[in-house]
């Protein structure tokens, strides 16, 4: 069965400063991966996700993730956070391009942005 | 130019009296999905249509129900809300080769 790991549930980062947001995922075949988010009370954002190919992927708002398979991990980072990106971060892993199966969530990680 | 569109926003609704929440996209996606998802955790598949084909997870409870009249779109029943069903309920599409796409939400009180 396929799984995902978030070990970190709130980081605080000052605005200005970098962040890295950590995903392990655990999964027998190819994964296809992807990084959500969710601002209060709202649906799910994509921000970015990883099939095939290059494993270093940029997306949406500044943020880009790698793919590293020998450590099972998809790791969200960005090099300069803003008050905006304060939100919940989810990491998900699918058994297909679409998920067409259904994806399976990591718990999220809380992102809190000082001042 | 809302692509997935959930009704109602927020809902309240009684112990054990039967709640229909309704998704509909624009995106002619064959592929719609239910997402579970309570305060603090993780969104939880709870069942999707592959076109009509209908797609339960294990572990849905039988309280929870789906229909899907046509392509663009799909309502989740629940027959007999209990209080610990009170969450966000998220719809998302996809085709089977692109990303799912997500609605607003439900927000799911039970009183």
């Known amino acids: 069965a396929q799984s995902v790991t978030q070990p970190d549930i709130h980081i605080t980062v000052s605005e200005g400063a970098s962040l890295e947001l950590r995903c392990n995922y655990s999964y027998g075949a190819t994964p296809y991966l992807f990084w959500y988010v969710q601002s209060p009370g709202q649906g799910l954002q994509l921000l970015l996700k990883y099939f095939s190919g290059d494993t270093l992927v940029q997306g949406i708002k500044g943020f880009e993730a790698e793919f590293k398979r020998s450590q099972s991990s998809f790791n969200l980072r960005k090099p300069s956070v803003h008050w905006s990106d304060a939100a919940e971060y989810f990491c998900?892993?699918?058994?297909?391009?679409?998920?067409?199966?259904?994806?399976?969530f990591g718990k999220g990680t809380h992102l809190i942005i000082q001042p | 130019d809302a692509m997935v569109i959930q009704n109602p926003r927020y809902q309240v609704t009684q112990f054990g009296k039967p709640v229909t929440l309704s998704c509909s996209q624009t995106l002619n996606h064959n592929v719609m999905y239910w997402y579970q998802q309570k305060s603090s955790q993780a969104p939880k598949l709870l069942f999707h249509y592959y076109d009509k084909d209908f797609n339960n997870e294990a572990d849905t409870p039988d309280n929870f129900q789906s229909r899907r009249p046509n392509t663009s779109f799909c309502f989740l029943d629940i027959r007999s809300p209990g209080l610990g069903d009170a969450a966000m309920y998220l719809c998302?599409?996809?085709?089977?080769?692109?990303?799912?796409?997500f609605g607003q939400g439900t927000r799911l009180t039970v009183v």
């Open positions: 998302a599409t996809s085709r089977w080769d692109t990303e799912a796409f």
């Open positions: 998900a892993v699918g058994s297909t391009v679409g998920g067409a199966d259904g994806l399976t």
